[in-house]
T-cell receptor, first 114, second 114 residues
Framework: KAGVTQTPRYLIKTRGQQVTLSCSPI?????VSWYQQTPGQGLQFLFE???????NKGNFPGRFSGRQFSNSRSEMNVSTLELGDSALYLC?????????????FGEGSWLTVV | DQQVKQNSPSLSVQEGRISILNCDYT??????FLWYKKYPAEGPTFLIS?????DKNEDGRFTVFLNKSAKHLSLHIVPSQPGDSAVYFC?????????????FGPGTSLSVIP
């Protein structure tokens, strides 16, 4: 069974540009969450999608957005990139929304903003 | 405010000894707890979880203990092996409005010395 797939794995962008990251969840998983990891900050929750609807959102500015498609694949977009957006962006999927669900991560997309 | 805390940024243990990683949480509504391990340049991988109705869960060398009154959980690894060297994240979920919002701690970097 294929795991969570994220593309691209590595990318470099210039300040002010925008970026789109893609995530394909484990087959059958309907919930997709996004996290940002920066050195010393752990995993910061960005948002969670289920059935094409955003269900939860973390404390990030509106420059960070996402969406989920009918096949559960998800994309996140960051507009007007800032140097501080350089981070590892992780996508995670789970079978359904309920307390006690385990989430499974992809390998992440490394974004460097210069 | 940090709802999940891991107060030890790093820990060093001799091979064969016990590793104890600690985690504290502030939200009494959390009812499901997870531990993830992360190697550099990889996504976090699920290790073990525990529901709030239990106080212990064991899986091979890994045991998680939960003390709800103290809002504290710990991960025990016995015996520790060099391959266990990684960053360990404690995570929690549950609550009245955000069932699938999994909150992570900042992580503890474990080094197992041969």
């Amino acid at each position: 069974k294929a795991g969570v797939t994220q593309t691209p794995r590595y990318l470099i962008k210039t300040r002010g540009q925008q970026v789109t990251l893609s995530c394909s969840p484990i087959s059958g998983h309907r919930s997709v969450s996004w996290y940002q990891q920066t050195p010393g900050q752990g995993l910061q929750f960005l948002f969670e999608y289920f059935s094409e609807t955003q269900r939860n959102k973390g404390n990030f500015p509106g420059r960070f957005s996402g969406r989920q498609f009918s096949n559960s694949r998800s994309e996140m977009n960051v507009s007007t990139l800032e140097l501080g957006d350089s981070a590892l962006y992780l996508c995670a999927s789970s079978l359904k929304r309920a307390p006690g669900n385990t989430i499974y991560f992809g390998e992440g997309s490394w974004l460097t903003v210069v | 405010d940090q709802q999940v805390k891991q107060n030890s940024p790093s820990l060093s243990v001799q091979e064969g000894r016990i590793s104890i990683l600690n985690c504290d949480y502030t939200n009494s509504m959390f009812d499901y707890f997870l531990w993830y391990k992360k190697y550099p340049a990889e996504g976090p991988t699920f290790l073990i979880s525990i529901s709030s109705i239990k106080d212990k869960n064991e899986d091979g060398r890994f045991t998680v203990f939960l003390n709800k009154s103290a809002k504290h959980l710990s991960l025990h690894i016995v015996p520790s092996q060099p391959g266990d060297s990684a960053v360990y994240f404690c995570a929690a979920s549950g609550g009245s409005t955000s069932y699938d919002k999994v909150i992570f701690g900042p992580g503890t970097s474990l080094s197992v010395i041969p």
